[in-house]
């Protein structure tokens, strides 16, 4: 595999997922509610005078996410096959990498530097909340979880990009 590529990828991809992401927080700061500490949220909540409640998933927002899963497995696994991913544990190996470089630079970069240091992503009525929003343990504790998650994503998308390269 050529590191130069995989460590370009992994610029790139990180690049744009923090557009995309700090993009959808300036047009609607509530994009990722779901996303704050408790006491965020519920500040926010109190603060606008709104209730907490879990929006049930349409049929439409399970087709949006089901079609992003399998452009997003499509697109790691060219990302492999591009770095120069040959089997499939070089293919595991790559994916899974793609995925914990990505979850790292979430929270590492986004929900540590700038979520909590810009005033202008914060969730309305909870500007001044300087404190909950540098709670860099909440965001290891929901990234944690994940890795097993990434296992078995990289282990699909391993297939694809065996049986397609």
């Given at each position: 595999?050529?590191?130069?590529?995989?460590?370009?990828?992994?610029?790139?991809?990180?690049?744009?997922?923090?557009?995309?992401?700090?993009?959808?927080?300036?047009?609607?700061?509530?994009?990722?509610?779901?996303?704050?500490?408790?006491?965020?949220?519920?500040?926010?909540?109190?603060?606008?005078?709104?209730?907490?409640?879990?929006?049930?998933?349409?049929?439409?927002?399970?087709?949006?996410?089901?079609?992003?899963?399998?452009?997003?497995?499509?697109?790691?696994a060219w990302m492999a096959h591009q770095a120069g991913a040959e089997t499939f544990l070089d293919g595991l190996?790559?994916?899974?990498?793609?995925?914990?470089?990505?979850?790292?630079?979430?929270?590492?970069?986004?929900?540590?530097?700038?979520?909590?240091?810009?005033?202008?992503?914060?969730?309305?009525?909870?500007?001044?909340?300087?404190?909950?929003?540098?709670?860099?343990?909440?965001?290891?504790?929901?990234?944690?979880?994940?890795?097993?998650?990434?296992?078995?994503?990289?282990?699909?998308?391993?297939?694809?990009?065996?049986?397609?390269?």
């Amino acid at each position: 595999m050529s590191v130069s590529i995989y460590v370009l990828e992994c610029v790139v991809m990180c690049g744009v997922f923090g557009v995309v992401v700090f993009g959808l927080l300036l047009i609607n700061p509530v994009s990722f509610i779901g996303d704050y500490p408790p006491e965020i949220q519920a500040q926010y909540y109190s603060s606008q005078h709104k209730e907490a409640t879990k929006e049930k998933m349409t049929v439409i927002t399970i087709i949006r996410k089901v079609v992003a899963i399998i452009a997003f497995l499509f697109l790691f696994a060219w990302m492999a096959h591009q770095a120069g991913a040959e089997t499939f544990l070089d293919g595991l190996l790559a994916v899974y990498g793609y995925l914990l470089v990505l979850a790292a630079f979430d929270t590492c970069f986004l929900d540590w530097v700038l979520f909590a240091n810009i005033r202008r992503v914060r969730l309305p009525g909870t500007e001044h909340m300087d404190r909950e929003y540098h709670q860099k343990w909440f965001h290891v504790k929901v990234m944690l979880p994940m890795a097993p998650v990434f296992a078995v994503g990289g282990v699909v998308i391993s297939l694809v990009m065996i049986w397609i390269w």
